[in-house]
């Protein structure tokens, strides 16, 4: 079955880079986009980017210049990067799958699956 | 970027009774292909969030008939029609249609 799972380090200092893993199974990374999303304690989500199927990436603007992400499609792990943490990058981190499906006239997407999210202090 | 208003920002219910969640865009989500990239997601307490409605008003395998979503161009409406108790957490409307992807602030449904 579909499964994503973040992985991380959990405490990083201020100024310091985050590395997260999203490891999935139940699909290929080939044959659909993942993104991530993240959560400040108690607030909002936040889109912050995508790879996709192909390998190309997109970011949200604000957070382009610091973020990144890649993936190895034969470990079916996505990576997410980003350096220079804040206190205000505290939060939860999740990686999804947006699916596409097609009824003969349009294509839908949505995110069908999404991780448990993994917790990110940054804190010295 | 696009904004997505929510309103309200919480709301309390009695089980049973019918609850509405607005969510008004900045810009239109209509896509060129013409296409609404408009998705409705809830969040149970220490949980992730949910799929319920994509492309405005389609309802996600499994999602029960109660949850009927409906509008167009910037207005969009989630309604609940008998609220059970598993209904309870934070509904939040998505747009893919303009990048970057944007959530609306969040609506906490709540027991009155």
């Known amino acids: 079955q579909v499964q994503l799972k973040e992985s991380g380090p959990g405490l990083v200092q201020p100024s310091q880079t985050l590395s997260l893993t999203c490891t999935v199974s139940g699909f290929s990374l080939t044959s659909y986009n993942v993104h991530w999303v993240r959560q400040p304690p108690g607030k909002g989500l936040e889109w912050m980017g995508v790879i996709w199927s192909g390998g190309n990436t997109d970011y949200n603007s604000a957070l382009k210049p610091r973020l990144s992400i890649s993936r190895d499609t034969s470990k079916s792990q996505v990576f997410l990067t980003m350096n220079s943490l804040q206190t205000e990058d505290t939060g939860i981190y999740y990686c999804?799958?947006?699916?596409?499906?097609?009824?003969?006239?349009?294509?839908?997407?949505?995110?069908?699956?999404w991780g448990p999210g993994t917790m990110v202090t940054v804190s010295s | 970027d696009v904004v997505l208003t929510q309103t309200p920002v919480s709301l309390s219910v009695t089980l049973g009774d019918q609850a509405s969640i607005s969510c008004r865009s900045s810009?239109?989500?209509?896509?060129?292909?013409?296409?609404?990239?408009l998705e409705w997601y809830l969040q149970k307490p220490g949980q992730s969030p949910q799929l319920l409605i994509y492309?405005?008003?389609n309802r996600f395998s499994g999602v029960p008939d109660r949850f009927i979503g409906s509008g167009s161009g910037t207005d969009f409406t989630l309604k609940i029609s008998r609220v059970e108790p598993e209904d309870l957490g934070v509904y939040y409307c998505f747009q893919a249609t303009h990048d970057p992807y944007t959530f609306g602030a969040g609506t906490k449904l709540e027991l009155k």
């Open positions: 999804n799958r947006r699916a596409q499906d097609y009824d003969g006239y349009w294509s839908y997407w949505y995110f069908d699956f």
């Open positions: 810009q239109s989500l209509e896509y060129s292909d013409g296409y609404t990239y």
């Open positions: 492309g405005v008003s």
